[in-house]
């Protein structure tokens, strides 16, 4: 079983919808939690950054943890074209290092305009 | 902003060729990392550096080695490359461990 699980997609919406991206996991020890956006022929960006459970908004950009059911999200209201992209999750627990970094494979996203 | 410079965007090598990626950072970050990303693979550490002149192997370390004689500079070094590991190499960079990670552009490099 693979630490992160992640839906490849891909998944199109049209503009001005709301998307939801999923990741699973299973190590409980996890409790830094990121979500990375990656361009087509660029780096990963970091886009969210969560400690532990709960919720974490910036902008259009809603990040939800869910420790209980091992599971994370990433809402994005009023999508863009400019959003499209391939979306990363990734987790560590923090103490053991950022070379204990899991990702996950990546949904790609395209919004139609 | 962090910034973290990969020397090469596109880069394409014979089979059997010696190849350096090279990466540099800004930041005065202590850890430095080099991944591959492949299709339906993601992401896969190949070697990291905690501190100058430090190296550790990651998850798939074999066909690579790496060089780290300054803090801002990380090179990924293919000894003698071969066909597999045509791929997308990215670099990253992070002051503290438990900290995210700041990647560079990427190198996609071909070797035919």
């Known amino acids: 079983q693979k630490e992160v699980e992640q839906d490849p997609g891909p998944l199109s919406v049209p503009e001005g919808a709301i998307v939801s991206l999923n990741c699973t996991y299973s190590?409980?020890?996890?409790?830094?939690f990121m979500w990375y956006r990656q361009y087509s022929r660029k780096g990963p960006e970091l886009l969210m950054y969560?400690?532990?459970?709960g919720n974490k908004e910036d902008g259009r950009f809603t990040a939800q943890v869910d420790k209980s059911s091992k599971y994370i999200s990433l809402f994005i209201r009023d999508s863009q074209p400019s959003d499209s992209a391939t979306y990363l999750c990734?987790?560590?627990?923090?103490?053991?290092?950022?070379?204990?970094?899991?990702f996950g494979t990546g949904t790609r996203l395209t919004v139609i305009p | 902003d962090v910034k973290v410079t990969q020397s090469s965007r596109y880069l394409v090598k014979r089979t059997g060729e010696k190849v350096f990626l090279e990466c540099v950072q800004d930041m005065d970050h202590e850890n430095m990392f080099w991944y591959r990303q492949d299709p339906g693979l993601g992401l896969r550490l190949i070697y990291f550096?905690?501190?100058?002149?430090?190296?550790e192997k990651g998850d798939i370390p074999e066909g690579y080695s790496v060089s780290r004689e300054k803090k801002e500079r990380f090179s990924l070094i293919l000894e003698s490359a071969s066909t597999n590991q045509t791929s997308m190499y990215l670099c990253a960079s992070v002051r503290d461990r438990g900290s995210p990670l700041h990647f560079g552009n990427g190198t996609r490099l071909t070797v035919t």
């Open positions: 969560t400690y532990s459970s």
């Open positions: 550096s905690y501190d100058v002149k430090m190296k």
């Open positions: 190590n409980s020890a996890f409790q830094y």
């Open positions: 990734a987790m560590n627990g923090g103490q053991t290092g950022a070379n204990n970094l899991f």
